[in-house]
Each structure stands twice: as structure tokens, then as C-alpha cells.
T-cell receptor
Framework: DTEVTQTPKHLVMGMTNKKSLKCEQH?????MYWYKQKAKKPPELMFV???????INESVPSRFSPECPNSSLLNLHLHALQPEDSALYLC????????????FGPGTRLLVL | GENVEQHPSTLSVQEGDSAVIKCTYS??????FPWYKQELGKGPQLIID?????GEKKDQRIAVTLNKTAKHFSLHITETQPEDSAVYFC?????????????FGTGTRLTIIP
């Protein structure tokens, strides 16, 4: 089973709202990733967690705050977003951040009004 | 850093014909090359990958070839079917180096004409 699940599927939020995106995998993977994808573009890496510790932050604005409560869960907390943050947010996982394939979830489509 | 170029950006193929998508990479230390298929409204799905110690890999109608000297790799889909219509992304990374970031190509929108 190579399933990564993400909730919610769709999210509409105002610029003053606080919301969270959730990602879950039960494959025993120890690396988890957040990507942002704009229309007709490839995914852009935002954050990497390896063994529940943040290992890569691709200079993402602080209005995006990742959290890894345990090895199966990854959250992305959103606060004071801008309309240009509207995108598809993808979660991925891999067995280990040093190797192995990344498996993507279906994404959360976010619209910021 | 790594740079991956992907061509063509759009490709229309008659059902049953073959489709080829090509990517070139810049960093000779890259050693892992996955291909992802992304259907409308879904996340990218891994369809095949190849490591630098192999020149070719096949999985049913899908094959990937790698030319390390020229730093390019290609996706070949034979006997195309309507369900092959999607956006395809190539990617490259340096696995085992401590910098396993996937660098994606810009994507190819493949349309299979029935």
C-alpha cells in the first residue's frame, strides 16, 4: 500500500483566518514532505521532515508553519495567507530522506480570498 | 544547483501510437530519475524510475532510458490509450548525498486522440 492521505480536499480561507492541512501515511516512512504546486507548474518543495525533525525549509514565509506530531502525521498550519498562496498543496513521503521514492498524496486545493 | 529541462511541453498522439518525452539534467552527480503522472485534480503518481547504474527499465507499456554521458533520460509509452492522457513530470535527485531534493522538469501535457 503506497497511500498518502490528505485532508481537506478543498479549502477556502480569508486572509485573516487560521487553518491547518493534514497529511497521513501508514507505510512506516520516516521522511515526509510539503510541496506547493501552482497551475501548469511542477511541484515546489517547501519543507522536509526526516525522523520527525525539520531537515529542510526552502525559505518558506513564516505564515506557513509545519508540524510533525509523529512519524505518520504531518500538518501545515496556515495563518495570514495572501491570495498568491492559492495553490495545490501536496504531501509526500518516502522510506528515508536519503533514498527511496517519494509517494504523493492527492493534495489540498487552497483558495485564499 | 540541478536544472532539469523537459520537452515537449505538449504532445498529442493518436491512440495506439507511441509517445516519447525527453528530459536533460545539468548535475552529473544526479543518480535517481523518477517519472510522475498527474491526472487532473490528483497528486503526482510515480509510474517508473531509474537509477544511474542502469541504462533502461521497462514496465509493461512504459520504459525509461538513461544516457549518463549526454545527461538525458526519456520516457517511452507504447500502444497509448486514452487513460494515458495526463501531465507527465520527470525529476532528478542525488540520492545518498545528503541533498535528496527532487528537481522537477516543467511537465508535458500528453493528450491521446481516440
Amino acid at each position: 500500500d503506497t497511500e498518502v492521505t490528505q485532508t481537506p480536499k478543498h479549502l477556502v480561507m480569508g486572509m485573516t483566518n487560521k487553518k491547518s492541512l493534514k497529511c497521513e501515511q501508514h507505510m512506516g516512512h520516516r521522511a515526509m514532505y510539503w510541496y506547493k504546486q501552482k497551475a501548469k507548474k511542477p511541484p515546489e518543495l517547501m519543507f522536509v521532515y526526516s525522523y520527525e525533525k525539520l531537515s529542510i525549509n526552502e525559505s518558506v514565509p513564516s505564515r506557513f508553519s509545519p508540524e510533525c506530531p509523529n512519524s505518520s502525521l504531518l500538518n501545515l498550519h496556515l495563518h495570514a495567507l495572501q491570495p498568491e498562496d492559492s495553490a495545490l498543496y501536496l504531501c509526500a513521503s518516502s522510506q528515508d530522506s536519503r533514498k527511496e521514492t517519494q509517494y504523493f498524496g492527492p493534495g489540498t486545493r487552497l483558495l485564499v480570498l | 544547483g540541478e536544472n532539469v529541462e523537459q520537452h515537449p511541453s505538449t504532445l498529442s498522439v493518436q491512440e495506439g501510437d507511441s509517445a516519447v518525452i525527453k528530459c536533460t539534467y545539468s548535475d552529473s552527480a544526479s543518480n535517481y530519475f523518477p517519472w510522475y503522472k498527474q491526472e487532473l485534480g490528483k497528486g503526482p503518481q510515480l509510474i517508473i524510475d531509474i537509477r544511474s547504474n542502469v541504462g533502461e527499465k521497462k514496465d509493461q507499456r512504459i520504459a525509461v532510458t538513461l544516457n549518463k554521458t549526454a545527461k538525458h533520460f526519456s520516457l517511452h509509452i507504447t500502444e497509448t490509450q486514452p487513460e494515458d492522457s495526463a501531465v507527465y513530470f520527470c525529476a532528478a535527485s542525488k540520492q545518498g548525498s545528503g541533498n535528496e531534493k527532487l528537481t522537477f522538469g516543467t511537465g508535458t501535457r500528453l493528450t491521446i486522440i481516440p
